[in-house]
Every structure is written in C-alpha cells, then in structure tokens.
C-alpha cells in the first residue's frame, strides 16, 4: 500500500508542479507526504438515519474506511415496516473500505478521492438472507487549518439478491460535514 501511496504523491507533485498560481510556489514530495500525514487519523462524523443523528467514525490512512455508515437507506429501497427493521438489525459488519484513486491540495485544503467501490454486506430477514451491494463513489476534503474533514458518498447502483433498485429519481446520499479528528 505504500507504493501506492507514494505513486499518488508523485503524480500529485508533478500535477502541481504544471499549474501555475499566483505565488509560483511548487510542490514538493516531501510536501506532499507531509499534507498526507496531516490528514492521517480518525475523525468522528455525524450522518442522519431516519431523521437521527449517527456517529460515524472515518479513518484515513494506507487504508480509508467509514465505520458504523447506516445501512437504513439501502434497505429502505427493498423493506419495509417490520422487514425494514429485522434486515437493520441482522447487518454486523457496518464497515465500508475503499483504495484512493487520487489527491489534491489546495491551498490548506487536501481533496482526496477513492476508488468507486462495491460496500458488500448480508441482512436476514425472517430466516432469508439478502446479499446487498452498494457502489460508492466517496470524496473526502480535510482542512488543515482546522483538523477537520467532510465526506460526500454518493450510491452508484444497488442491488439486492441481483434485483436493481431504481435510483435515478432519488439517488442515495450521505453528507458527513466537520468530523473531528479523535
């Protein structure tokens, strides 16, 4: 995973490098690294679940992930009522990991994108399972000045047991705004 780390930071060095702003400043790998481990840690962040507050922990480092991110809205598609409510309870694991596909910095702020991901995970309701699959797309900014970072995730598709849910009229998105670093 280090390689791969420092493949983005070359290629964000040298992306930065080709732009020209108004102090002529260039970056430089170290630069780069350094920006990359200001970012590094957990923030805790607050998404809403039918209308509740939800903590949701994010780590950013050789691996991203969001811990305990509500499954409520991915369900929902397929559930509802009581079924709604067993498929919820039976999820465990409300992990979801996904590769950085790139960063950039600008000025304080450090834009970090991953790869679009399947967030795979199984809901039982009665005695039937439910393989759910989520594609994700997540940008991350982290504001250096602040120790402090937003995530966007955006649902590309989803499917339950290989049944497509619609989401072109109302795509499901999550908005973690102003985590804090733990």
Do not use: H
């Not at 840690?41 to 950013?60: E, F, Q």
Request: glycine residues 4%; hydrophobic residues 40%.
């Amino acid at each position: 995973m280090n390689k791969v780390i420092s493949y983005l930071l070359l290629i964000l060095c040298m992306s930065l490098a080709a732009c020209s702003d108004d102090s002529k400043t260039e970056l430089t790998v170290v630069d780069a690294q350094e920006a990359f481990n200001d970012a590094k840690g957990t923030y805790k962040g607050v998404v809403l679940d039918r209308n509740v507050p939800t903590a949701v922990y994010i780590n950013i480092g050789d691996e991203f992930s969001i811990r305990d991110l509500p499954v409520t809205p991915l369900l929902s598609r397929f559930f509802s009522g009581k079924d709604l409510d067993a498929a919820v309870a039976s999820v465990k694991e409300r992990l979801f990991k996904a590769p950085t596909s790139s960063m950039t910095i600008e000025r304080d702020l450090v834009y970090v994108t991953m790869e679009p991901t399947d967030w795979i995970f199984t809901a039982t309701v009665g005695n039937m399972k439910y393989d759910i699959n989520a594609l994700m797309s997540t940008t991350v900014r982290y504001s250096n000045t602040y120790d402090k970072l937003s995530a966007n995730i955006i649902v590309e598709d989803l499917y339950c047991n290989g049944q497509k849910a619609d989401l072109s009229s109302n795509r499901i998105t999550w908005l973690i705004d102003e985590a804090t670093k733990q």
